[in-house]
Structures are given as structure tokens and as C-alpha cells.
């Protein structure tokens, strides 16, 4: 059997994991959910959601994958000695599949909008840059081409193997999308009227919380942190012994949380302050940016359009490191656990991401069945919602069920607590939130959404 290989450095753990889990997550959904779900209500949410459910179930995920060591269901059936918990790998494998498809129809727009702000086509006012992206949305080819590059680029990588691939991308990757970040932000929140966007990122409206706002801010948290597909628990695969699982989760969950009010800080204030309507859906960022670009800069325009190409550039390859990341899931399965040779099993998840994303492409208006899928959301839409609002929040409960009451507490609590060098009044915590808090939790969310408790 091949060499599974292992992660090189403890920074390298950390910035690829930080990098399956820093993405369009952070940077294009967190702000268009924050948007359509009304503000800091939302963000107060979800951040009880990353603190409370995220935080405890990554480490849940990091246990079982180190210990196993394998593929995500393999990683589940070693560690029980009967019953069907094997299944739950073989959902997050399901799930990273069509996160995949639909991810990389976003990750394909942002490569659009790589090379038209190089040939400065995005250049103009907000009615301009509405219609650009409704034009080039709807395009049957344009789009679709994008999104097979991207999956095509991704299967590349994955191809090539852990340590070369992931490690060394995001070791340099990461922290240059941070600096450029914190100069939008300042741009942004420079622009006239900025103040009302930065208020309605943190001032709290309680009136705005419903069971749907909940619903959305726990899907979120989940996606965000790449939870519940199983993906955490295939990276821990290759963690070495001396990973401290408990650190790299919170940190991961710092850097995490802390990118997305970045990107909220770069979108709202501008959005505000150029009249764009926060709740404008996916488009939010594709609308909003490019006139911040535009706006800030207009008196050097060549400025402008340099940082928009570095922008696109760097949220593409933020985008890579998640969509790799997913990716590996496939792949391990199919070449650990369905024998498949490596090579083969990534084309196989390839040729499957690629139809669920050019299903995806085609429905934002090339395609009138798909635009108006179900209950008139689009194809992407629906897969969206269905992944992680349902799908991510089950991977974790299942989870959290399986690990705090269904395997051996010594296995558990000596990876917890790296065989005992870490203080074990944490262990008692996270087991008692494992165990009780977490699967409650989600079981309540799920329950009131679905209307059948009142609280
Ligand atoms: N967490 C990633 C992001 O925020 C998305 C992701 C979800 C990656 C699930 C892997 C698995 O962009």
C-alpha cells in the first residue's frame, strides 16, 4: 500500500486545515447569509454555534481521524465494533460531493472576475457591475467552462499528493490573503456612509432572531469550519502524534471566525455606502467589490485594478485549498476503502463534482428548470441549503453521538489529551458537550425549524 504521508510541520497542520476551513465559506457565504439574515443578530448566533457545537465537534473529528488514520469510513467502522456508524464517512463523502459541485461554480466566478479585472471590464458604477454579473451568470458556457477549470485544477493538485500539494500552497497562500483582506477592509470603511454598515455587522437587533435565522447561523458555522463532511476527520488522518487536536481546533476557529468579520467588514460598509441592498443573495461580494475597487481608486484606476486582480487571485487559491480539501475525502475513500488506484479514484470524484457543478452553473437563468429548481431556489440554491443545513449539522450529530457514547473511553480520552499532557478538567468539558450538549442542540435547531416545538 502507498505511503499515506503525514503532514511536515505543526504550522503545516495548522494552515492547511486552517486552509480547508478558510474559504468562500468566510468570504462569499458568511456575508450574503449575514446580509440576508439581517445582521449582528446572525452573528451573534453563529457565533454561539462555533463556540458551543463547532469548536467541540472539530476536536470529535480530529479524534477520530487521527486515531484511525485512514479514510473517513474506514475512520468510523474501526472505531466501533458493530453497528452501521461506517455510514456516517460515507455521508460526509456524499456531502463533500455536491459542496464540491456547487462551491466550484462560485470559485469559477471569482476566476471570471480574475482575468475582467485584469482587462478592466469591471470597472464602473453599481448599475453597471449589477448587470456584468447578471449577463455573465446566465451564460450557458461562460461560467460552466469556469467551474470544470476549477474542479480540473483542484483534481490536479490532489493528484500530486499531500505534502506536496496542500502543505506547500497554503503555507504561503494564507497569510497573503490576510494582508490584502485588512487593506480592503480599510478601503472600505473609508467610503462615506461606512459607519452604517459597520453598525449593522455589530448592533445587536434581537427582534430580527427567528427559528429560519438560527437554522441558518448553525448551517453556517458547520460549513464554515468545513464540519460534518468528515473532511477534519480525513486531515486528521494525516496529523502526526504530537498535534495537540484541542490548540489546532481553537485556533483553527479563531483564524476561521476571524476572516469572516473581516470579509463582513469589507462588504458591508462599502455596501452601504454604494447603495447595494445586503440582502442581495449570492451576487452580494460580485456586486459590492468591484465598486469598492473602482470607488476607493478612482483616482489612480490602474491601483484599483491591480488590487481587484490580487483580490480575485487570492480568494481563487482560498478557494483551492477548501475544494482540495474536499476533494481528498473522495479520493482517500475510494482508493483506501473501494481499492480504487489514487489516480483513478480522483478522476472518479472529478467526473462527479463536475456534473453537479455544471448543473450548478446552469441555474443561475441559463437553464429555466434548474433557475427555479425547488420552491423557485436555484439548483445551486438547493444544494447549498440542503449540504449545510442539514446534511453538515447531521454529519455532526451523528458524530458527537457515536464518539461520546459509542467508543472507548480510553481511546477518547488519550487522544484528547495527547496521552496525558494536557490538563484533563478540559476532557471532562468537551466529553460532557460531546455527549449531551452538542446532540441536544442540534436537535432542538432541527425541531423548531421544522415547527415542532415552540421555544
Ligand atoms: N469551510 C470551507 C469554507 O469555508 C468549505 C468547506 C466545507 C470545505 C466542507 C470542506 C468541507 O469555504
Redesign the pocket.
Known amino acids: 500500500m502507498e505511503n499515506r504521508g503525514s503532514f511536515a510541520t505543526k504550522i503545516g497542520v495548522i494552515l492547511a486545515t486552517a486552509g480547508?476551513?478558510?474559504?468562500?465559506?468566510?468570504i462569499w457565504?458568511f456575508p450574503y447569509m449575514t446580509g440576508q439574515n439581517g445582521g449582528a443578530a446572525f452573528i451573534a448566533v453563529y457565533f454561539v454555534c462555533i463556540l458551543l457545537l463547532g469548536i467541540p465537534g472539530v476536536i470529535a473529528e480530529f479524534v477520530i481521524g487521527r486515531h484511525s488514520g485512514t479514510n473517513a469510513a474506514r475512520a468510523y467502522r474501526n472505531l466501533s465494533l458493530k453497528g452501521p456508524w461506517g455510514l456516517i464517512g460515507y455521508m460526509g463523502v456524499f456531502t463533500?460531493m455536491i459542496?464540491l459541485g456547487f462551491?466550484a461554480v462560485i470559485a469559477g466566478w471569482c476566476l471570471q472576475y480574475l482575468f475582467a479585472s485584469l482587462t478592466a471590464k469591471i470597472n464602473g458604477d453599481v448599475v453597471y457591475v449589477q448587470q456584468y454579473f447578471k449577463e455573465f451568470s446566465s451564460n450557458p458556457i461562460e461560467p460552466t467552462c469556469w467551474t470544470i477549470c476549477f474542479i480540473l485544477l483542484t483534481h490536479f493538485v490532489v493528484v500530486r499528493g499531500v505534502r506536496n500539494g496542500i502543505e506547500k500552497a497554503s503555507n504561503i497562500l494564507m497569510p497573503t490573503l490576510f494582508v490584502l483582506l485588512v487593506i480592503i477592509v480599510i478601503a472600505s470603511c473609508s467610503l462615506p456612509n461606512a459607519s452604517k454598515g459597520i453598525e449593522f455587522l455589530f448592533q445587536v437587533d434581537w427582534s430580527k432572531l427567528s427559528s429560519s435565522v438560527i437554522f441558518d447561523a448553525l448551517g453556517q458555522a458547520f460549513?464554515?469550519?468545513?464540519?460534518g463532511?468528515a473532511?477534519l476527520c480525513t486531515y486528521a488522518s494525516y496529523f502526526n502524534r504530537q498535534t495537540n487536536l484541542v490548540k489546532s481546533a481553537v485556533v483553527i476557529a479563531l483564524i476561521?471566525s476571524f476572516i469572516a468579520i473581516l470579509a463582513g467588514l469589507m462588504i458591508f460598509p462599502a455596501a452601504f455606502s454604494i447603495g447595494v441592498n445586503p440582502d442581495s443573495g449570492p451576487s452580494l461580494i460580485f456586486i459590492t467589490l468591484p465598486n469598492v475597487f473602482y470607488q476607493v481608486f478612482s483616482g489612480v484606476p490602474v491601483l484599483g485594478n491591480i488590487i481587484s486582480v490580487l483580490f480575485y487571485f487570492l480568494l481563487s487559491l482560498a478557494?483551492l485549498t477548501?475544494t482540495i480539501?474536499?476533494h481528498e475525502i473522495g479520493t482517500a475513500f475510494f482508493y483506501e476503502e473501494l481499492k480504487i488506484p489514487r489516480k483513478q479514484g480522483a478522476c472518479i470524484e472529478t467526473a462527479v463534482c463536475m456534473v453537479i457543478g455544471i448543473l450548478c452553473s446552469l441555474s443561475f437563468g441559463a437553464n429555466q428548470f434548474l433557475t427555479e429548481f425547488i420552491a423557485n431556489k436555484s439548483f445551486l440554491d438547493c444544494c447549498d441549503y440542503l449540504t449545510s443545513n442539514i446534511l453538515?449539522p447531521l454529519g455532526s450529530f451523528f458524530t458527537c453521538i457515536f464518539l461520546g457514547w459509542f467508543v472507548s473511553k480510553k481511546i477518547v480520552k488519550d487522544e484528547f489529551t495527547n496521552w496525558g499532557t494536557l490538563k484533563s478538567t478540559f476532557y471532562g468539558i468537551w466529553i460532557f458537550t460531546v455527549r449531551f450538549i452538542c446532540p441536544v442542540l442540534i436537535a432542538l435547531i432541527f425541531l423548531r425549524q421544522l415547527g415542532i416545538i415552540k421555544i
Request: aromatic share 8%; net charge neutral; glycine share 8%.
Open positions: 480547508s476551513a478558510v474559504g468562500l465559506g468566510n457565504r463533500s459542496i462551491y460549513f464554515s469550519l468545513s464540519l463532511t473532511c476561521d478557494a477548501s480539501s474536499m453538515l
